[in-house]
Each structure stands twice: as C-alpha cells, then as structure tokens.
T-cell receptor, first 115, second 107 residues
Framework: NAGVTQTPKFQVLKTGQSMTLQCAQDMNHNSMYWYRQDPGMGLRLIYYSASEGTTDKGEVPNGYNVSRLNKREFSLRLESAAPSQTSVYFC??????????????FGPGTRLTVT | KQEVTQIPAALSVPEGENLVLNCSFTDSAIYNLQWFRQDPGKGLTSLLLIQSSQREQTSGRLNASLDKSSGRSTLYIAASQPGDSATYLCAVDKLSFGAGTTVTVRA
C-alpha cells in the first residue's frame, strides 16, 4: 500500500519550459488536491478535484492546469514555467470533508526550481 | 475566505516541558480541523483530526481541542521529547492551512 505517490521528486526547469507533475493514490479516495509550499508560508491550494470528473480552482491557480485522469490520478501542468513557480508541490487525497474517513494523506512532494 | 493563523511561528522548549500550539480560523462554519507534523524536507503526516461536532481528540501524548465558536484549536503535546522537533501545521476542511509552528525541543 503506497498511499500517495508523486513524480518526479526533483525538477529544474528554465523559464518558459513546460512540465507535468504526476500524482497517484491507491486508497480509492474520491478527492485529490494540489498545493504549493513556499518558505515561511503554509500550504496554498492550487486546484482540487472533489470527485472524478470535477476540478475546482483553489487560492493560487494562475499559471497551472490540472487533469483528473481517473479516480487514482491527478496531474498538475505548468504550461510556461516562471521563477515565481519555484516551490515544493504536494499532492494529497481524501474523501470529501463530509464523508468519513476524514483524514487527508499527502505525498512526499516535488521540489521544483525554475531558473 | 477562510484565514488560518498559527502563533507563534517558532517555539523552543527544554525536554520534558509540555507544548501548547495554537491555531485560529476566521470562519466557524467548518467540517473538520486536522493537525499535521512536517519534518524538514518531508511531506505531511497526519496527527489528529477533529470533526466539527467534537470538542477534542487524543492520541498518546497528543491532545487536540476545538472551540468552533471562538475559531480556535489547540494542540497539546505532553512531556516533549527531542523527537518532537518538527513543524506543526493545522488545516481547516483540507483547503486552508496555517503557516505552521516550528518546534525545537532541547535535550
């Protein structure tokens, strides 16, 4: 039981390049999330998917797109990377907040540097 | 928009002292609040989750309380140990996170 997995673990991009961060969970959760974490700040929600087939913007969606490929997988795409997108990206999964079990589980993170 | 605040940003205590970590939120209409631990360079590990209908949850040396009406949650860690050194974050409804309190327990 791997929980939430993310690939890659580290990535360096040049400004303007594109890339996709992959996330998969094996807990059969309906909801999945993408966050970014910057030094001295908490996690900020980029996008989330309450259930397969739906996606919603979070607090900081600009410059990102997401795809809920199936129930297991939720990818985050940077179309034209900018230095301001240098951050650590976390994927998480859970059931919707009104459905037990309520805990949220996180992947190990992707450390992205844009030069 | 839900705002979540954790004060202080950092805390240093001698081993054996009890820790009290605070989390405040602006909108009391919540489903649940979860406390996480994050070690440097690592992901988040869930510690305790309190549903909106609960007042507290306990797990070993950890106890978390929730007062929705005042928009506050407190995480208590009894008899702290050096291994408790980490950053502790609270999250409201999985969508809004505090910036965390970084705890150092001195041996």
């Amino acid at each position: 039981n791997a929980g939430v997995t993310q690939t890659p673990k580290f990535q360096v991009l040049k400004t303007g390049q594109s890339m996709t961060l992959q996330c998969a969970q094996d807990m059969n959760h309906n909801s999945m999330y993408w966050y970014r974490q910057d030094p001295g700040m908490g996690l900020r929600l980029i996008y989330y998917s309450a259930s397969e087939g739906t996606t919603d913007k979070g607090e900081v969606p600009n410059g990102y797109n997401v795809s809920r490929l199936n129930k297991r997988e939720f990818s985050l795409r940077l179309e034209s990377a900018a230095p301001s997108q240098t951050s650590v990206y976390f994927c998480a999964s859970s059931e919707p907040q009104w459905t037990p079990p309520y805990e949220q589980y996180f992947g190990p993170g992707t450390r992205l540097t844009v030069t | 928009k839900q705002e979540v605040t954790q004060i202080p940003a950092a805390l240093s205590v001698p081993e054996g002292e009890n820790l009290v970590l605070n989390c405040s939120f602006t909108d009391s209409a919540i489903y649940n609040l979860q406390w996480f631990r994050q070690d440097p360079g690592k992901g988040l590990t869930s510690l305790l989750l309190i549903q909106s209908s609960q007042r507290e949850q306990t797990s070993g040396r950890l106890n978390a309380s929730l007062d929705k009406s005042s928009g506050r949650s407190t995480l208590y860690i009894a008899a702290s140990q050096p291994g408790d050194s980490a950053t502790y974050l609270c999250a409201v409804d999985k969508l809004s996170f505090g910036a965390g309190t970084t705890v150092t327990v001195r041996a």
